[in-house]
């Protein structure tokens, strides 16, 4: 039984076409994705990029963890109610949808992304969702809705049986990339140190 799931994801990619409504459908069917990140944040007038890497961790009924190692220790976990950002072990930071709406909204909105959540999405950007074949896929989103409109040109999202590309456009002409590997579905549930991160006050 425990290698149904195996055998679906290797199935996905002979899929002949993929729809924006079971791309929601398959993701939803993933309780817990774990996942290796790499950030690069290309900034207008910055020689340089910025980059970063670390470990995501989305659950469907518990919310987002973002923990980065690299250039440096930061924690953003995100649920319903909350984002707190904790940075180089100082005392963390929280933000709610009373204290600061905007924020809150575009962060309740990375969480819609990740679960490709249709209804979320159409109610605050246009839609260009491609099939690429071979199980892949690329969604473009352009915003419609303010605040969104008034930061980002573009959010462009790619991947097959995850989610593995994300790129935010904004209006000053910087870029964020975001590469995700190394995806995992198991445990399924979270564990038990997982969870007290979310727990955490």
Known sequence: MKWLPLLALLAS??????????????FTEQPVVRAHFEQTRTIKDMPQPLRSSGEMLIARDDGLLWDQKSPF?????LDDK???QTINGQPPQTITAENNPQMFQFNHLLRA???ADRKVLEENF???FKDLGN??????LTPTT??????????????AAYMESIVLNDKQGDRTQIALSHHQLTPASLTDAERQRFAAP
């Not at 303010?146 to 991947?159: A, E, Q, W």
Request: hydrophobic letters at 50%; zero cysteines; glycine letters at 6%.
């Open 135 to 140: 199980g892949r896929w690329s969604l473009m």
């Open 82 to 84: 909350r984002m707190v």
């Open 13 to 26: 990619p002979w899929v002949s076409a993929v729809t924006l409504d079971e791309l929601q459908q398959r």
């Open 113 to 115: 992304l990740f679960q």
């Open 146 to 159: 303010t605040p969104l409109d008034k930061v980002f040109t573009s959010l462009d999202l790619g991947g």
């Open 73 to 77: 220790p930061m924690l953003l976990l």
């Open 126 to 128: 246009r839609i260009d």
